[in-house]
């Protein structure tokens, strides 16, 4: 029976995850590596590019210090923002709560650059605020690009995540903490320093690191806006691309030194959050008071003000699409219609069945893979399964552009070639997005308890049988759940699919960056306005799957 | 069905630690067996090992003449009950109890008569199309039990079945369980630290402690006749106390400072002068009112609880014990007050002075 057991269905499953693994992301990585040391026209070994990014004169190190500088001051914009709004959302009685929530969530579901690129159509050089601001005052407002554009940007983008973490931690915080709290005289103001925000450090620190990974990594921000503001993801698109010439393999080191650095951090925001951690579940959750007329006043315009001037620039991009337009796209004119629409349809067509067929077929394998994976690490932990889990973690802390150029280093020579067609998209996706949908899975299926699946075997159930009849449905509405939300980053993943499409493989949010790029500002909003409607679309459907009104991210 | 099991020299070990050392014990055909004692002393893992969710480090497990020890859980013909239900939450009550009937590949309308039957057994039919999550716990119990007796187990396995329940509805489900197990003459394992249901179900109870078992025996036998120190403090309640065996006429008597409790049914071990345990009950003493017969002590504490009163005794030689009283209509013995008490000699245990041994024939 040893033997039997040892050759059963989960081990050729285990081998199988691990083959791929090795295969589609082990490989890649390698050969990242390997290029980064390699010089491009003799193959010999050199430390040459990782000198020349670091050098004093015409180096990139600056590019760096530039992604740490906006990264640091968007996420302590968000956690400034996103901390108080979680909390007087908490504490307070705020009229149309569910609609807020479903508002703020929205606000983080749209296509990173987007943001930025309503931004730039509102205040940029030749804005709609710039120029009436012009017209009525004759004041010039200070430029939007560069660090300001992108931080504005981001911060706008980033802090539901923040909200969504904390008001998480805040449900778990029982109302007999706070009353205790106030009956030894500590209350207010003084309460939210001593006790809230202590209770909810562990999460408080956890959307930080993530706010701060996404700003490092984001790459369509500072492209759209950030211009002389170089960051270093936008290099290594630019290295490949070769706006200035490109170089792979410099593009290379510059991605092996992008690793190292969001690994450290990773591991320090670990080392710090275990000091942390500590488990809460509330009895009593917190009941919400109604504040006094001044402070109801103030609250209601703190979270939806922040509402509005985060989503309002996407409105006004709905807004900007049904403009009439010159032929050649860039030149408003009177009127509104569907023109614009119109124009983009034999492009948007093929775009909408991309993204369906690319990521829908990422999505599939995510969910397939991430049950699967799960299962191997709560039920049968061992040492090619812990392997398989830590490489489906690896992700976590690699840069989309990074897993871009792994991908075409992987995947454009030798026996098996996938650049250009859907699959080295898909491959990339299901990557970028594995260690969420799996993180999420191992959470639900850890609800489990085993003995309903020995149950089953008691019943002559077999393996297999068991898992497709019993664990299978009961984590897949904890995991369809996770999906939904998996599938909002997948329609609007930038930062790998833009060096990886083709003309056959252009998606929605693709096709409204190329329209972006190529300046036909009315058609690129008629396209986002598709791609915001999806989202929307699926946030309705996700509000109708998950029973509890509570969206996770 | 009416399997007996066999176990021989079954060994259990994670890793280095051993949890079960070497155990062997014949469970009869259609016999309700109980595995009890404290947590931790390895009878959920004989269980699981019985039931194959658990590997077996050693030892040959039987069914009959049916060896199992590498045989898969589903292919055993085992029914299971666990200490949570484990019912399938996205199943109707009906789905749970024929989950089992289905793997069998039986045609419809046997699954649809047999699932019928259990539903009615366990008096669940009304609620055959709802989902377990709205029925209350002992109804999702009754559940559990229809599921596992559906498929006809050779042998039905239950862990710690009842311990999720409330007092009152535990002694209801103990009994609809012991009825169904009389009415179809199965073979039971049943897992429990929780010595009065143990008694109240079984036919015979295995008393474990640290992977070993330290007697089997009935309910009866285990109470008045305990293997050894543990059994007797494990099984009820019970006064230890150190005392010496004196010479008293032609036997032996133990020695309770002065008044002596003569015994006649030692074993041939007991030997004059030696130091012994004795397993006094609270029932075993009877206080007296015959002046200076039996052992003197003070009353520290009384608790009236209705048939019973029980009083805390601080023997003259320092000792304090335990005694119950049938209740009595005039006044309870005050606290403070000196009383004489004589001892039931013929139903206290004797153990040698490591406890491990009985020294009663």
């Given at each position: 029976?040893?033997?039997?057991?040892?050759?059963?269905?989960?081990?050729?499953?285990?081998?199988?995850?691990?083959?791929?693994?090795?295969?589609?992301?082990?490989?890649?990585?390698?050969?990242?590596?390997?290029?980064?040391?390699?010089?491009?026209?003799?193959?010999?070994?050199?430390?040459?590019y990782f000198q020349r990014f670091f050098d004093k004169d015409h180096g990139y190190a600056y590019t760096l210090i530039n992604s740490f500088k906006?990264?640091?001051?968007?996420?302590?914009?968000?956690?400034?923002?996103?901390?108080?709004?979680?909390?007087?959302?908490?504490?307070?009685?705020?009229?149309?709560?569910?609609?807020?929530?479903?508002?703020?969530?929205?606000?983080?579901?749209?296509?990173?650059?987007?943001?930025?690129?309503?931004?730039?159509?509102?205040?940029?050089?030749?804005?709609?605020?710039?120029?009436?601001?012009?017209?009525?005052?004759?004041?010039?407002?200070?430029?939007?690009?560069?660090?300001?554009?992108?931080?504005?940007?981001?911060?706008?983008?980033?802090?539901?995540?923040?909200?969504?973490?904390?008001?998480?931690?805040?449900?778990?915080?029982?109302?007999?903490?706070?009353?205790?709290?106030?009956?030894?005289?500590?209350?207010?103001?003084?309460?939210?320093?001593?006790?809230?925000?202590?209770?909810?450090?562990?999460?408080?620190?956890?959307?930080?690191?993530?706010?701060?990974?996404?700003?490092?990594?984001?790459?369509?921000?500072?492209?759209?806006?950030?211009?002389?503001?170089m960051t270093f993801?936008?290099v290594?698109?630019?290295?490949?691309?070769?706006?200035?010439?490109?170089?792979?393999?410099?593009?290379?080191a510059i991605?092996?030194i992008a690793?190292?650095i969001?690994?450290?951090?990773?591991?320090?925001?670990?080392?710090?959050?275990?000091?942390?951690?500590?488990?809460?579940?509330?009895?009593?959750?917190?009941?919400?008071?109604?504040?006094?007329?001044?402070?109801?006043?103030?609250?209601?315009?703190?979270?939806?003000?922040?509402?509005?001037?985060?989503?309002?620039?996407?409105?006004?991009?709905?807004?900007?699409?049904?403009?009439?337009?010159?032929?050649?796209?860039?030149?408003?004119?009177?009127?509104?219609?569907?023109?614009?629409?119109?124009?983009?349809?034999?492009?948007?067509?093929?775009?909408?069945?991309?993204?369906?067929?690319?990521?829908?077929?990422?999505?599939?394998?995510?969910?397939?893979?991430?049950?699967?994976?799960?299962?191997?690490?709560?039920?049968?932990?061992?040492?090619?399964?812990?392997?398989?889990?830590?490489?489906?973690?690896?992700?976590?802390?690699?840069?989309?552009?990074?897993?871009?150029?792994?991908?075409?280093?992987?995947?454009?020579?030798?026996?098996?070639?996938?650049?250009?067609?859907?699959?080295?998209?898909?491959?990339?996706?299901?990557?970028?997005?594995?260690?969420?949908?799996?993180?999420?899975?191992?959470?639900?299926?850890?609800?489990?308890?085993?003995?309903?699946?020995?149950?089953?075997?008691?019943?002559?159930?077999?393996?297999?049988?068991?898992?497709?009849?019993?664990?299978?449905?009961?984590?897949?509405?904890?995991?369809?759940?996770?999906?939904?939300?998996?599938?909002?980053?997948?329609?609007?993943?930038?930062?790998?699919?833009?060096?990886?499409?083709?003309?056959?493989?252009?998606?929605?949010?693709?096709?409204?960056?190329?329209?972006?790029?190529?300046?036909?500002?009315?058609?690129?909003?008629?396209?986002?306005?598709?791609?915001?409607?999806?989202?929307?679309?699926?946030?309705?459907?996700?509000?109708?799957?998950?029973?509890?009104?509570?969206?996770?991210? | 069905?009416?399997?007996?099991?066999?176990?021989?020299?079954?060994?259990?070990?994670?890793?280095?630690?051993?949890?079960?050392?070497?155990?062997?014990?014949?469970?009869?055909?259609?016999?309700?067996?109980?595995?009890?004692?404290?947590?931790?002393?390895?009878?959920?893992?004989?269980?699981?090992?019985?039931?194959?969710?658990?590997?077996?480090?050693?030892?040959?497990?039987?069914?009959?003449?049916?060896?199992?020890?590498?045989?898969?859980?589903?292919?055993?013909?085992?029914?299971?009950?666990?200490?949570?239900?484990?019912?399938?939450?996205?199943?109707?009550?009906?789905?749970?109890?024929?989950?089992?009937?289905?793997?069998?590949?039986?045609?419809?309308?046997?699954?649809?008569?047999?699932?019928?039957?259990?539903?009615?057994?366990?008096?669940?039919?009304?609620?055959?199309?709802?989902?377990?999550?709205?029925?209350?716990?002992?109804?999702?119990?009754?559940?559990?039990?229809?599921?596992?007796?559906?498929?006809?187990?050779?042998?039905?396995?239950?862990?710690?079945?009842?311990?999720?329940?409330?007092?009152?509805?535990?002694?209801?489900?103990?009994?609809?369980?012991?009825?169904?197990?009389?009415?179809?003459?199965?073979?039971?394992?049943?897992?429990?630290?929780?010595?009065?249901?143990?008694?109240?179900?079984?036919?015979?109870?295995?008393?474990?402690?640290?992977?070993?078992?330290?007697?089997?025996?009935?309910?009866?036998?285990?109470?008045?006749?305990?293997?050894?120190?543990?059994?007797?403090?494990?099984?009820?309640?019970?006064?230890?106390?150190?005392?010496?065996?004196?010479?008293?006429?032609?036997?032996?008597?133990?020695?309770?400072?002065?008044?002596?409790?003569?015994?006649?049914?030692?074993?041939?071990?007991?030997?004059?002068?030696?130091?012994?345990?004795?397993?006094?009950?609270?029932?075993?003493?009877?206080?007296?009112?015959?002046?200076?017969?039996?052992?003197?002590?003070?009353?520290?504490?009384?608790?009236?609880?209705?048939?019973?009163?029980?009083?805390?005794?601080?023997?003259?030689?320092?000792?304090?014990?335990?005694?119950?009283?049938?209740?009595?209509?005039?006044?309870?013995?005050?606290?403070?007050?000196?009383?004489?008490?004589?001892?039931?000699?013929?139903?206290?245990?004797?153990?040698?002075?490591?406890?491990?041994?009985?020294?009663?024939?």
């Amino acid at each position: 029976m040893r033997k039997a057991r040892k050759w059963d269905m989960w081990v050729l499953i285990s081998i199988g995850l691990l083959g791929a693994y090795i295969l589609f992301m082990l490989y890649p990585m390698i050969k990242l590596l390997i290029n980064s040391v390699r010089d491009e026209n003799t193959g010999a070994l050199t430390l040459r590019y990782f000198q020349r990014f670091f050098d004093k004169d015409h180096g990139y190190a600056y590019t760096l210090i530039n992604s740490f500088k906006v990264s640091i001051a968007a996420t302590a914009v968000t956690l400034l923002i996103g901390v108080p709004m979680a909390y007087l959302y908490s504490m307070y009685e705020v009229r149309g709560r569910n609609f807020l929530m479903v508002m703020i969530v929205l606000c983080s579901m749209s296509a990173p650059f987007l943001g930025a690129y309503s931004w730039v159509l509102l205040l940029g050089r030749a804005g709609a605020i710039t120029k009436l601001i012009k017209a009525w005052f004759g004041v010039r407002l200070p430029s939007i690009y560069g660090f300001g554009g992108i931080l504005l940007a981001l911060s706008t983008k980033l802090f539901p995540l923040v909200f969504m973490y904390v008001n998480g931690a805040l449900k778990n915080v029982d109302n007999s903490l706070l009353e205790a709290s106030s009956n030894m005289g500590c209350k207010g103001i003084k309460r939210f320093f001593k006790v809230v925000i202590p209770l909810c450090m562990p999460s408080i620190l956890a959307a930080g690191l993530m706010v701060f990974m996404r700003s490092l990594a984001d790459f369509g921000t500072p492209r759209m806006i950030g211009e002389g503001y170089m960051t270093f993801p936008v290099v290594i698109y630019q290295q490949y691309v070769g706006e200035v010439g490109t170089n792979y393999n410099f593009a290379a080191a510059i991605a092996v030194i992008a690793v190292v650095i969001t690994a450290v951090i990773f591991l320090l925001q670990k080392w710090s959050s275990n000091r942390f951690a500590f488990t809460m579940n509330a009895l009593h959750p917190i009941e919400r008071r109604k504040a006094g007329k001044v402070g109801n006043f103030f609250i209601h315009l703190f979270l939806y003000g922040m509402v509005v001037i985060s989503y309002a620039p996407q409105l006004f991009l709905v807004y900007y699409s049904f403009h009439n337009v010159s032929r050649t796209g860039n030149i408003i004119k009177k009127g509104y219609s569907f023109m614009n629409y119109q124009t983009v349809w034999p492009d948007l067509g093929p775009a909408i069945w991309n993204t369906f067929r690319i990521c829908g077929g990422a999505l599939i394998i995510i969910i397939i893979m991430a049950m699967l994976i799960s299962y191997l690490v709560v039920r049968r932990r061992n040492l090619v399964n812990n392997v398989i889990d830590t490489m489906s973690m690896i992700p976590y802390i690699i840069p989309g552009a990074v897993i871009g150029i792994a991908m075409i280093m992987g995947f454009n020579s030798g026996s098996l070639v996938l650049t250009g067609t859907a699959w080295i998209m898909v491959v990339a996706m299901c990557i970028r997005r594995m260690p969420y949908t799996v993180r999420s899975s191992v959470a639900v299926l850890q609800q489990i308890p085993i003995t309903v699946e020995e149950a089953a075997a008691s019943l002559g159930a077999s393996k297999f049988k068991t898992f497709w009849k019993i664990t299978i449905p009961m984590m897949i509405n904890g995991v369809a759940a996770g999906a939904i939300m998996t599938w909002v980053t997948l329609i609007t993943e930038l930062s790998s699919s833009v060096m990886l499409y083709s003309y056959k493989t252009i998606t929605l949010n693709l096709l409204v960056y190329v329209l972006v790029v190529g300046g036909t500002d009315a058609r690129a909003c008629a396209a986002s306005t598709i791609l915001t409607l999806f989202t929307i679309i699926t946030l309705v459907i996700y509000m109708k799957v998950a029973k509890n009104k509570e969206i996770s991210m | 069905m009416n399997v007996e099991i066999k176990i021989n020299h079954a060994l259990k070990k994670y890793g280095e630690n051993v949890i079960i050392p070497d155990l062997s014990v014949d469970i009869k055909p259609g016999e309700f067996f109980t595995l009890l004692g404290p947590s931790g002393c390895g009878k959920t893992t004989l269980l699981r090992m019985i039931a194959g969710f658990n590997s077996i480090e050693g030892g040959d497990f039987y069914f009959g003449d049916r060896r199992i020890n590498d045989l898969d859980p589903s292919k055993r013909n085992i029914g299971m009950v666990f200490q949570n239900y484990a019912i399938f939450p996205h199943l109707t009550v009906k789905k749970n109890v024929a989950f089992g009937l289905q793997n069998r590949k039986l045609p419809k309308d046997k699954i649809e008569t047999q699932t019928e039957k259990f539903l009615n057994m366990m008096k669940i039919k009304e609620y055959q199309d709802r989902l377990p999550d709205r029925l209350s716990g002992g109804q999702q119990q009754r559940v559990a039990l229809a599921r596992a007796l559906a498929i006809e187990p050779d042998v039905l396995l239950m862990d710690e079945p009842l311990s999720n329940l409330d007092a009152k509805l535990r002694v209801e489900m103990r009994e609809v369980i012991k009825e169904i197990q009389n009415e179809l003459g199965i073979t039971t394992v049943y897992v429990t630290h929780d010595q009065e249901e143990a008694m109240a179900v079984s036919d015979r109870i295995a008393v474990m402690s640290a992977g070993v078992i330290q007697q089997i025996g009935t309910p009866k036998m285990l109470y008045q006749r305990p293997a050894n120190l543990f059994v007797s403090t494990f099984i009820g309640r019970t006064n230890v106390l150190e005392k010496k065996l004196v010479r008293s006429g032609n036997g032996l008597a133990v020695d309770f400072g002065g008044y002596q409790v003569p015994m006649n049914n030692l074993s041939g071990e007991a030997v004059e002068g030696q130091t012994v345990q004795a397993s006094v009950r609270p029932e075993e003493f009877v206080i007296t009112d015959k002046g200076d017969v039996g052992v003197e002590g003070k009353v520290e504490f009384s608790t009236f609880l209705g048939l019973n009163t029980h009083y805390l005794v601080r023997l003259a030689s320092g000792e304090r014990v335990e005694i119950i009283q049938e209740s009595r209509i005039d006044d309870i013995l005050e606290k403070g007050s000196t009383v004489r008490m004589t001892v039931k000699g013929e139903k206290i245990n004797i153990f040698t002075q490591d406890g491990s041994k009985s020294l009663i024939a």
